[in-house]
């Protein structure tokens, strides 16, 4: 007991010692670390006090605020959005800037649609053919741009504007009818099936027509067809030259994909794909598709009936009535034509005299909010047309034609290994569809031999008498020519305007293009009379077409051909319709 006492009362005596040598220990080490690291802020390699630093940030902070005033002189570059720089690279998606229109189907939702999932498939559907094709051929009169303006005129329209002249034209019309709602059902048992889980089902999956292709072949001189080639939209077509293809879009991204669709899915573009519009005719005339046209003739020949049924039964003294047909405009089969013409692009308007004197000036047809209504989109089938008016008088062409609808997923990787190549491929094209109708583009000049000409003590004969047919500004007219070996028959002659005026004169072209190149007296024919055939002697002359094609004609009529005959029979029938007398 007397050792424990004695160790704590150790502890008790030297505590207060140990307290004090251990704050000493402590008070050194202070003071040795301040000498040895000074109080202050690093800064550009210096150690600097509170004070001297503060001031050294307030000189860089307002050395700052004067570099900025100053302007840059290699300023960067301004932001542009990839969508902006896309819409404003391509003609066909400047027609939704600065527009706000009411989409045919809901956008396109950028969201969890744009991510790459792995686990999204999608069968792509095939895109069925069209059929119930009608091939129509249409010559008329019609406002076209007009070739050589002047300067003066060019400066003055904008671009957006054209020059039209009223002139002849020929146009051939390609129809046919597409089943789109099988189409509609296909589209959307693989994009928003039942099969698919709710979230990968896509919001919009209906067809979206891109682009109707129209292709030609025309039959060459040697009797071969020559290669199929593309046939572009009309000038006055607000997509011409716009034309969507996969060329065009071949590394499209999703987001421009989305875009694109968003665009063409409007009504009114969706009908300007589908049904565009041609020419605009000559007052009092209208253009309508062939389905429509074909229509509208079975009611008239069915009133012909109906009117000949009514007056058979009131009698030879009865009172005879005539139904007469109200124009509806064509509205029903031209779901623009509406703001077509509000546009100055249809109907109406002061009828030019000669097409070389009076123009009319056509704006692109655009009117925001305005969709075409007459054109049952929802329908099960719809009538889908193009049109060529790059045909040549005389040629005989065959077409074949096809329609494309939008991929949706192009860009995105959803596809299945047997469709990895559709990727890229922004339009899913039908297979090509061949209509049965060819078409013989009618003349516009032709020549017809009259008879031979002998020179004085020579009874050879050394030219020959031709009647030349020439049809301009939507007249037959007809100009007679002595021709020789080596001469082209016709030439430009002016003549008297048909309005009686004898001091105003228009200049007609009845020029030919074919060449005479040989006289052949003494040729043996046999034509048929009644049930006999009788020879004549008659004289051929052997001349050169327009092509390059070596061909013969005799001079005497009953040598023609049935079809020759029946050609100069019609034209002097138009002749004496039109009151114009032989020149």
């Known amino acids: 007991m007397a050792k424990k006492k004695q160790s704590l009362s150790f502890w008790e005596a030297h505590l207060e010692k140990l307290l004090m040598a251990a704050s000493l220990v402590v008070g050194i080490l202070v003071v040795a670390v301040y000498w040895i690291q000074p109080a202050g802020v690093e800064m550009e390699g210096k150690i600097l006090s509170a004070s001297a630093a503060t001031q050294k940030a307030a000189d860089r902070a307002r ?24 819409i404003s690279s391509n003609r066909q998606m400047q027609i939704v800037k600065d527009t706000e229109r009411m989409p045919l189907f809901p956008p396109r939702q950028i969201g969890h649609e744009m991510m790459d999932d792995p686990d999204r498939v999608y069968q792509i559907p095939e895109i069925l053919t069209l059929k119930k094709f009608t091939v129509d051929f249409t010559r008329a009169m019609a406002f076209v741009p007009q070739e050589n303006v002047p300067d003066a005129a060019s400066t003055s329209t904008s671009s957006d504007e054209m020059e039209l002249v009223l002139k002849d034209i020929d146009f051939v019309t390609v129809e046919a009818a597409y089943p789109l709602a099988e189409l509609r059902q296909r589209f959307q ?44 939209r009309m000038p006055t077509d607000e997509l011409a030259g716009s034309e969507i293809s996969n060329e065009t879009y071949s590394n499209i991204s999703p ?13 009114h573009r969706q009908a300007m794909i ?17 389905h429509e046209k074909e229509k509208r003739k079975l009611e008239e ?14 009698g030879p003294r009865g009172q005879r009535t005539k139904t007469v047909k109200k124009k509806t405009g064509g509205a029903s089969a ?25 123009r009319k000036t056509a704006e692109q047809p655009f009117l925001p909010g305005m969709e075409p209504a007459e054109t049952d989109w929802d329908a099960d089938e719809i009538y889908v047309w193009a049109h060529d008016d790059r045909i040549q008088p005389g040629g005989i062409y065959r077409y074949r034609l096809r329609v494309g609808f939008f991929n949706p997923i192009a860009g995105r990787n959803w596809f299945p290994e047997e469709q990895q190549d ?32 002998a020179s004085a003590g020579n009874p050879v004969p050394s030219s020959v008498r031709v009647d030349v047919y020439r049809r301009e500004d939507g007249t037959w007219r007809k100009q007679a020519y002595t021709v020789a070996p080596g001469h082209i028959i016709g030439k430009p002659e002016k003549i008297k305007s048909e309005s009686g005026d004898s001091e105003e004169e228009l200049t007609v072209d009845f020029t030919t293009h074919m060449t005479i190149l040989d006289i052949v007296p003494e040729v043996k024919y046999w034509y048929k009379t009644g049930r006999t055939y009788r020879p004549i002697s008659t004289v051929d002359i052997i001349y050169r077409d327009n092509e390059g094609v070596i061909k013969r004609q005799g001079v005497d009529s009953r040598s023609w051909s049935e079809e020759y005959k029946k050609k100069q029979s019609q034209l002097n029938d138009i002749l004496k319709e039109q009151g114009i007398m032989e020149s």
Do not use: C, H
């Open 63 to 86: 050395d700052i605020r004067e570099r900025q005033k100053k302007p840059a002189s290699n300023p960067p570059e301004a932001y542009l959005p990839r969508a902006d720089s896309f």
């Open 334 to 358: 031209n779901p623009m034509e509406m703001y077509l013409k509000m546009m100055g692009m249809g109907g109406g308007g002061p009828k030019p005299t000669t097409p070389k004197t009076d």
């Open 189 to 232: 048992n693989s994009f928003a099936g039942e099969q698919l889980p709710p979230k990968q089902r896509l919001e919009q999956s209906r067809p979206v027509a891109a682009a109707v292709e129209l292709q030609r072949s025309r039959l060459l001189p040697d009797g071969t067809w020559g290669e199929y080639e593309k046939v572009s």
């Open 255 to 267: 987001a421009e994909m989305d875009v694109l669709i968003a665009v063409n899915q409007q009504p």
């Open 301 to 314: 020949e069915k009133e012909k009936k109906e009117e000949k049924k009514t007056r058979q039964a009131a």
């Open 274 to 290: 589908l049904q565009p519009q041609p020419y605009d005719l000559e007052d009092g005339k209208e253009w309508y598709p062939p």
């Open 422 to 453: 559709l990727k890229k491929q922004v339009v899913l094209w039908s297979d090509w569809q061949y209509p049965q109708t060819m078409v013989n583009v009618p003349e516009r000049v032709l020549f017809f031999p009259k008879s031979a000409v």
